[in-house]
């Protein structure tokens, strides 16, 4: 069992950056894989970055190298690193943490953060 409470979105203007903190409770994030994702108005959920319990990161194609993830395990707490926003990066941003054993993939979401980014 863990709790995901995420945090640092807001709003910002077109070029701007934010730096969102996905902070963990109960269990240790380094056990899980660690998703951001995001959701638009309108929109589907998509997956945004990850990282796995190794230190692991991948990115959506669609970011085209703006984004970045991260952990800190001192602070039980991964990151996302968001530079040169557009306006299309506007959405609530979600995180996720699963389990990746064979006997247990149980996941688990925080409440979510908007980002709105505009003028």
């Known amino acids: 069992q863990v709790q995901l409470v995420e945090s640092g979105g807001g709003l910002v203007q077109p070029g701007g950056s934010l730096r969102l903190a996905c902070a963990a409770s109960?269990?240790?994030?380094?056990?899980?894989?660690v998703g951001w994702y995001r959701q638009p108005p309108g929109k589907q959920r998509e997956l945004v970055a990850s990282?796995?319990?190794?230190?692991?990161?991948n990115y959506a194609d669609s970011l085209q190298g703006r984004f970045t993830i991260s952990r800190d395990n001192a602070k039980n707490t991964v990151y996302l690193q968001m530079n040169n926003l557009s306006p299309e990066d506007t959405a609530v941003y979600y995180c996720?943490?699963?389990?990746?054993?064979?006997?247990?993939?149980?996941?688990?979401w925080g409440q979510g953060t908007q980002v709105t980014v505009s003028s």
């Open positions: 996720n943490a699963k389990r990746l054993l064979v006997w247990d993939s149980s996941s688990y």
């Open positions: 109960g269990s240790a994030l380094r056990f899980y894989l």
């Open positions: 990282i796995t319990g190794d230190g692991t990161t």
